[in-house]
């Protein structure tokens, strides 16, 4: 029996647990499939993360952080997907869901500390609120602050592999 066109199959998330514990840090890998995938998998991640939390989202641009977003706003009740858009030009998106709020924050068009320090990230850590950082690792202290760091790799067209760091 011929394949399905991809068009034509239900999104499925394949996950790959790699756990390995050295010291405090475990990662795992996850393979999504579309960008209904990883909107499904940004919503099931909600329910691992609790606030205050730094989450440092990683990829090259297009890789599908603010696909990713899409589905922990959705997860944490705090926008719909369709709401949730990329804050490359205003820099910050605030999400407020019943539990948490949520910060969407776009760095990559930040390139000095002093700039970083004029968007006020640390008035927005709060024990209710998650930040969510794109191109954090532009700047070693949100390195060391961090508690998660999630990679987004392209694997295909619309393939995404996400890992999952947390130290």
């Known amino acids: 029996m011929p394949a399905r066109p991809s068009s034509l199959r239900a999104p499925v998330c394949r996950y790959t647990e790699s756990s390995a514990m050295t010291g405090q840090t475990t990662s795992s890998e996850t393979l999504t499939h579309s960008a209904e995938d990883t909107i499904a998998f940004g919503r099931a991640l909600a329910a691992e993360l609790s606030p205050p939390l730094i989450v440092l989202l990683r990829g090259d641009l297009g890789a599908g952080k603010t696909t990713l ?38 760095l990559y068009r930040i390139d000095t500390e002093r700039e970083l320090e004029t968007l006020g990230l640390d008035d927005l850590f709060a024990p209710d609120s998650i930040l969510l950082i794109e191109w954090g690792e532009k700047f070693p202290r949100l390195l060391r602050d961090r508690g998660l760091e999630i990679t987004l790799e392209r694997v295909g067209e619309t393939e995404r592999r996400i890992r999952r760091v947390k130290r």
Not at 85 to 102: A, C, D, M, N, Q
């Open 69 to 106: 977003v899409k589905g922990i706003a959705e997860g944490f009740e705090a926008a719909r997907a369709e709401d949730v858009t990329s804050p490359t030009f205003t820099l910050v998106h605030e999400y407020r869901g019943s539990r948490t709020t949520l910060y969407h924050i776009d």
